[in-house]
């Protein structure tokens, strides 16, 4: 695995690329239920169809060839089909136990394809992020507006779902792990803490990309953070990335982008969404267009690591290389002490 200061210093010598939706990459292939469940699973007792993740196990070709797809379209980095693997989210299909096991397969896929693209091209060496979600609780807000003191997950609980995914991507050959997604801060704090005891209990480095999320023009996460108390809230991590996903297309990320650039003192990222949803759901931006928008977070010095989030293909991820190669990446900014 790579230290810390290697990534640190990947993403000052040029701009790196992430993939694109895993999520939407899968729908193209129109899977059933039986597809779902394989042959490991064909007798469950519970519908498995959406679950993701559990393709890992019982459609392994499918997620290869995805990764193959974006790593043919110009990733660095491919992410893990993860990012819902933790004990926490997988009870919504009874598939607890199965979080070990799922992340450590899903990371195997993943080293396999970027061992194949690296070898092919040995002056491109392709990386693997351990893709890790914020599940589907909330540690700091209630989901019940008649209670507002109620949690639905404790941070202890969070914890241990978070340190068994990481250390099955990590023993499934993960060079990163991505905390990505993140509405509330207090969820990443728990995936942090787990990360770090792994540090120690391994006596390895684990380098760690951290991406929020802010969920509307508020400029804010959903628990409240405007994006630089979000900073100041994970800088102890010592993350080498810290950056935006989700929630917003490129265009509406731009200022909180600027924000968070303006502060952080490592590498920033942003794969944003393909726009935002249409009334069916879907992300209408073209690779074209948004090629045009995050070839600008370029060309102003705001980012290390480009990608996308939901909505986009390989062919986003194509035209967003094509547009951005020749761009320096952000620099570091120099931070001053006060004495």
């Known amino acids: 695995m790579k230290s810390k200061q290697d990534f640190k210093t990947l993403f000052q010598e040029r701009i790196h690329f992430l ?3 895993m999520g939407t990459m899968i729908q193209q292939y129109k899977l059933s239920e039986a597809d779902y469940r394989g042959k490991e699973y064909e007798n469950y007792d519970h519908s498995v169809k959406g679950n ?37 989210s997988m009870a919504d299909y009874h598939m607890e136990d199965l979080s070990y096991e799922i992340n450590k397969k899903g990371a195997e896929i993943a080293r396999s394809a970027a061992d194949e693209y690296t070898q092919q091209r040995p002056n491109k060496p392709r990386y693997v992020a351990g893709s890790i979600g ?69 006596g390895i480095e684990i380098p760690i990309m951290i991406s929020g999320t802010i969920t509307d023009n508020s400029g804010r996460t959903l628990s409240g953070q405007t994006v630089e108390a979000f900073w100041n809230s994970i800088v102890h ?27 952080a003192t490592c590498a920033v990222s942003a794969h944003p969404n393909a726009g935002l949803p249409n009334e069916m759901g879907e992300y209408d931006e073209s690779p074209e267009y948004m090629a045009k928008v995050v070839g600008e977070f370029a060309s102003s010095g705001l980012v290390n690591v480009l990608g996308g989030c ?22 570091l900014m120099e931070v001053e002490l006060n004495t």
């Open 237 to 263: 991590a010592d993350p080498v990335t810290v950056g935006l996903n989700c929630a917003l297309g490129a265009e509406l990320m731009r200022p909180f982008l600027k924000n968070l650039s303006d502060v």
């Open 19 to 21: 993939d694109g939706a």
């Open 52 to 88: 993701n993740d559990l393709l890992n196990i019982t459609q392994p070709h499918v997620i290869r060839e995805i990764h193959g797809k974006f790593l043919a379209a110009g990733a660095d980095i491919i992410e893990t089909n993860t990012f819902n693997a933790n004990r926490i």
């Open 310 to 331: 939901c909505g986009t293909t390989p062919g986003h991820i194509k035209a967003i290389t094509e547009k951005v190669k020749n761009y320096e990446p952000r620099m």
């Open 134 to 202: 914020p599940t589907t609780k909330l540690a700091s807000m209630s989901p019940d507006v008649s209670n507002p003191g109620f949690r639905a997950v404790t941070f202890e609980e969070l914890y241990l779902a978070f340190k068994e995914q990481a250390e099955g991507l990590l023993d499934g050959g993960a060079d990163l792990l991505l905390i990505e997604t993140i509405t509330d801060t207090l969820n990443c704090k728990a995936a942090i803490y787990a990360i770090l005891e792994i540090e120690e209990e391994r």
